[in-house]
C-alpha cells in the first residue's frame, strides 16, 4: 500500500473548471494504475478515471467523458484530474486510489477532497 493525499478541491460555480491532485507519499510508486472516484452525498463511489502508470493509457466513466482529463507526473509519484464545464451532478467527495501490480482492487486510498458544483 501507498499513502495517497489528495487537494485542489473546493467550491466553484457550473462551468468552471477546477484541477485535483493526488501525490504518492513514500517510495517511487510503481504500481499497475492510479485512478479518482467520486460519491456524492446518499449514492455509491462511482468510477471517475483512471491511468496506467507504465504507457500512461486512460479511462474514464461515462458522465465525465470530454469534461474530465486524468494526467500523471511519474517524477512526482503524481496524477492530476483537470476539470471543465462542471455541473451540479459532479458534485461530490473526489478519492485518490492505487491499484498495484497483480492486484484485483484498488488497495489504496486517500482521504478525500470535496468538490462542490453550485448551480
Known amino acids: 500500500q501507498v499513502r495517497l493525499v489528495e487537494s485542489g478541491g473546493g467550491l466553484v460555480q457550473a462551468g468552471d473548471s477546477l484541477r485535483l491532485s493526488c501525490t504518492a507519499s513514500?517510495?517511487?510508486?510503481?504500481?499497475?494504475?492510479m485512478a479518482w472516484f467520486r460519491q456524492a452525498p446518499g449514492k455509491e463511489r462511482e468510477f471517475v478515471s483512471l491511468i496506467r502508470w507504465s504507457g500512461g493509457s486512460t479511462d474514464y466513466g461515462n458522465p465525465v467523458k470530454g469534461r474530465f482529463t486524468i494526467s500523471r507526473d511519474i517524477r512526482k509519484n503524481s496524477i492530476y484530474l483537470q476539470m471543465r464545464s462542471l455541473e451540479p451532478e459532479d458534485t461530490g467527495v473526489y478519492y485518490c486510489?492505487?491499484?498495484?501490480?497483480?492486484?484485483?482492487?484498488?488497495?489504496?486510498w486517500g482521504q478525500g477532497t470535496q468538490v462542490t458544483v453550485s448551480s
Open positions: 486510489a492505487a491499484q498495484s501490480v497483480g492486484a484485483s482492487t484498488w488497495n489504496s
Open positions: 513514500g517510495r517511487a510508486f510503481t504500481g499497475y494504475a
